[in-house]
């Protein structure tokens, strides 16, 4: 395999110099060889060193990068601190909804600290993960803010590639898809399925890239979902990854406005509708009113 680097011999010109030596994140051949570094050790530690006794976390967890689903459900849900999460670097917070427990994690941006945060959260009890990230339109197919099931994502990152062989994309379970599709349409919910695009450097999005990108069909460009997606079928996981289309890469005066309360009240109500969904499969025939009432899509 050939490769190349690259020098800056000006400013804003980039040239490149043949080298024999391929990239390292693509030289790995041991994916299904375990890891020495464990989260449940890591977590262990944790533990010791805050005081904290054993426990577990809620089945059903979300990882929210910006914050918004966070202050949501710490003002309206009456969200507390978790006594159990052991992390260094996050703090959860639990609420319960509909005789649901949940968890949230906020400011877990990018692949690698999000995947960081899954592995432990797999490891201290979550049943199921679901991602609502923010992301920027690819293909126009409608107004900001709307949301997209992401059913795989363009591998543009690192983090995937230490969990499964080199492809071009990360793929979601088919049958947590099908089953939240088949969910949100029986709630009245426009949610559509696409492919997303994820990148470690948004400040890299360039015109030949996104134009790239669009004749791919790519419907969005976000930061999380491929990794989560490696991580997920490498670890035969649960994971799930909503995005929140909220703006057109800031190319617009008065871009990134995401709707009421910071869309999170709508994001909140999607990812009980993909708890029930992939608790019991993809239809809302079997609820009751009022719990039905509960998933419907904020308008």
Not at 78 to 105: L, Q
């Amino acid at each position: 395999m050939i490769s190349r680097r690259f020098a800056i011999d000006r400013p804003g010109s980039v040239k490149s110099v043949i080298n024999a030596d391929p990239a390292p994140l693509l030289l790995r051949d041991d994916h299904n060889r375990p890891s020495v570094f464990r989260p449940e050790n890591m977590l262990r530690e944790a533990r010791r060193q805050k005081g904290l006794s054993a426990g577990s976390v809620p089945p059903f967890c979300v990882l929210d990068p910006d914050g918004d689903i966070v202050r949501y459900v710490r003002e309206h849900k009456n969200a507390v601190c978790s006594p159990t999460w052991a992390c260094y670097h996050t703090k959860m917070w639990e609420w319960h909804e509909m005789g649901r427990r949940y968890g949230i994690v906020g400011s877990a941006v990018g692949g690698a600290f999000s995947v960081l945060v899954a592995e432990q959260l797999f490891a201290s009890g979550c049943r199921l993960l679901i991602s609502v990230a923010s992301a920027g339109q690819i293909i126009d197919i409608g107004p900001p803010p709307y949301h997209i099931l992401v059913e795989r994502a363009v591998r543009d990152e690192g983090t995937s590639y230490h969990y499964l062989p080199p492809c071009t994309y990360a793929e979601a379970d088919p049958q947590i898809v099908a089953a939240a599709a088949s969910c949100f349409a029986g709630a009245g919910c426009t949610v559509p399925t696409g492919t997303t695009w994820t990148t470690d450097a948004p400040f890299r999005e360039t015109a030949e890239t996104i134009a790239a990108r669009q004749r791919e069909g790519i419907l969005a460009v976000e930061m999380e979902a491929a990794a989560l997606y490696a991580f997920a079928t490498a670890c035969r996981r649960p994971v799930i990854c909503l995005v929140h289309v909220t703006n057109r890469l800031g190319c617009i005066d008065g871009d990134f406005e995401k709707g009421d309360n910071n869309g999170a009240r709508q994001s909140l109500d999607l990812v009980k509708i993909l708890v029930y969904a992939w608790q019991f499969g993809p239809t809302l025939d079997g609820v009751n009113h009022d719990s039905k009432k509960g998933m419907l899509c904020a308008s």
